[in-house]
């Protein structure tokens, strides 16, 4: 099975309005919710391409209540093994302009992790890993017969309380473990995340440009692996994606720009990049996959699904060139 961990998890809400003003009242016309975090798209991307696929974190409160009961009666066929936190689970609001299509979003920050509450969501990291957890509905018990753990997202931001080097501790109980890990963060978790060396890291271009000072994908993307990661993978938005890695450098671009929402596109590429590594694909399939996942995620109305029309038609169409041709693009 899959593992995809998503520690900041969150319960989406969407109002739309017909048109957004500043300093003025507003009739919603629609609302919905949905379990929200990189790491549940992924796994939902996952599921949708076969594959079983578990995911983890911490939930809390009355929201993360409400986010495993609305998880629970998905039919995406994603298993429960999100750990139980006494503060509330955040919520994350995006507010849709209808005359526009713009989105407004506003993201809380997450609830206060204790010292105690991290250290048993490491116990059931480390029970997962050796597949041995399985999901009791309302949390995770160690027992027999767990599927062994094929690969690991790790996804997100961090919630208050846990500590910045949460991804490195992780990277390396993953490691220690046999089983390959890649990292989607930012900022100083990114930073501290890359040094423990994850098998593969896909920060987007102005998250990489963070971490190493160089707004130059290419060599940025060099020094992130200097800096520790095996492979790295820059998302370049709509121009596709940046490869740099022990094997070669690849461009990985779309045939053509597709509207919509570019909403966990991001994480659609990761679950295209997991999902390659793990079938044996070499590089430049594993690339055409991510950027086909992404492009369809683009034209899906929501995050964590892609539109399968769009996908099929991308996939043999994306363009792939390396090594000197790839430095060209990405310079």
């Given at each position: 099975?899959?593992?995809?961990?998503?520690?900041?998890?969150?319960?989406?809400?969407?109002?739309?309005?017909?048109?957004?003003?500043?300093?003025?009242?507003?009739?919603?016309?629609?609302?919905?919710?949905?379990?929200?975090?990189?790491?549940?798209?992924?796994?939902?991307?996952?599921?949708?391409?076969?594959?079983?696929?578990?995911?983890?974190?911490?939930?809390?409160?009355?929201?993360?209540?409400?986010?495993?009961?609305?998880?629970?009666?998905?039919?995406?066929?994603?298993?429960?093994?999100?750990?139980?936190?006494?503060?509330?689970?955040?919520?994350?609001?995006?507010?849709?302009?209808?005359?526009?299509?713009?989105?407004?979003?506003?993201?809380?920050?997450?609830?206060?992790?204790t010292a105690d509450e991290w250290?048993?969501?490491?116990?059931?990291?480390?029970?997962?890993?050796?597949?041995?957890?399985?999901?009791?509905?309302?949390?995770?018990?160690?027992?027999?017969?767990?599927?062994?753990?094929?690969?690991?997202?790790?996804?997100?931001?961090?919630?208050?309380?846990?500590?910045?080097?949460?991804?490195?501790?992780?990277?390396?109980?993953?490691?220690?473990?046999?089983?390959?890990?890649?990292?989607?963060?930012?900022?100083?978790?990114?930073?501290?995340?890359?040094?423990?060396?994850?098998?593969?890291?896909?920060?987007?271009?102005?998250?990489?440009?963070?971490?190493?000072?160089?707004?130059?994908?290419?060599?940025?993307?060099?020094?992130?692996?200097?800096?520790?990661?095996?492979?790295?993978?820059?998302?370049?938005?709509?121009?596709?994606?940046?490869?740099?890695?022990?094997?070669?450098?690849?461009?990985?671009?779309?045939?053509?720009?597709?509207?919509?929402?570019?909403?966990?596109?991001?994480?659609?590429?990761?679950?295209?990049?997991?999902?390659?590594?793990?079938?044996?694909?070499?590089?430049?399939?594993?690339?055409?996959?991510?950027?086909?996942?992404?492009?369809?995620?683009?034209?899906?109305?929501?995050?964590?699904?892609?539109?399968?029309?769009?996908?099929?038609?991308?996939?043999?169409?994306?363009?792939?060139?390396?090594?000197r041709g790839a430095a060209r693009?990405?310079?």
């Amino acid at each position: 099975m899959f593992l995809t961990v998503t520690l900041n998890l969150a319960l989406d809400v969407t109002y739309r309005v017909p048109r957004l003003r500043a300093h003025a009242s507003h009739r919603v016309t629609d609302v919905t919710e949905r379990p929200g975090g990189k790491g549940l798209n992924v796994a939902r991307v996952l599921a949708a391409l076969g594959h079983p696929v578990t995911v983890t974190g911490l939930a809390g409160g009355p929201t993360g209540a409400h986010v495993r009961a609305l998880l629970a009666a998905e039919s995406g066929g994603v298993t429960d093994a999100l750990v139980s936190v006494a503060g509330n689970t955040r919520r994350t609001v995006a507010v849709v302009d209808g005359s526009t299509g713009d989105t407004t979003q506003l993201n809380e920050a997450g609830p206060e992790v204790t010292a105690d509450e991290w250290a048993a969501f490491l116990d059931t990291y480390a029970a997962l890993l050796k597949g041995s957890g399985t999901s009791t509905g309302t949390g995770t018990r160690t027992g027999e017969g767990a599927a062994p753990v094929r690969a690991v997202a790790l996804c997100g931001s961090l919630p208050p309380g846990v500590p910045v080097d949460a991804y490195a501790e992780l990277v390396r109980a993953t490691h220690t473990a046999g089983v390959p890990v890649l990292l989607d963060t930012s900022g100083e978790p990114l930073r501290h995340g890359v040094a423990a060396g994850p098998d593969l890291v896909k920060p987007n271009a102005e998250e990489l440009a963070q971490l190493t000072g160089d707004t130059e994908p290419l060599r940025a993307a060099g020094d992130a692996r200097r800096r520790g990661a095996h492979a790295v993978v820059a998302s370049l938005g709509a121009d596709g994606l940046l490869a740099v890695t022990a094997d070669g450098t690849w461009r990985a671009a779309p045939p053509r720009y597709v509207p919509g929402n570019p909403t966990g596109a991001g994480d659609s590429a990761v679950a295209g990049l997991l999902s390659g590594l793990t079938e044996g694909l070499d590089w430049p399939a594993r690339l055409a996959r991510a950027v086909a996942l992404s492009a369809a995620t683009v034209a899906a109305p929501v995050a964590g699904e892609f539109d399968t029309d769009v996908y099929a038609e991308t996939l043999p169409r994306t363009e792939i060139t390396s090594g000197r041709g790839a430095a060209r693009d990405g310079a």
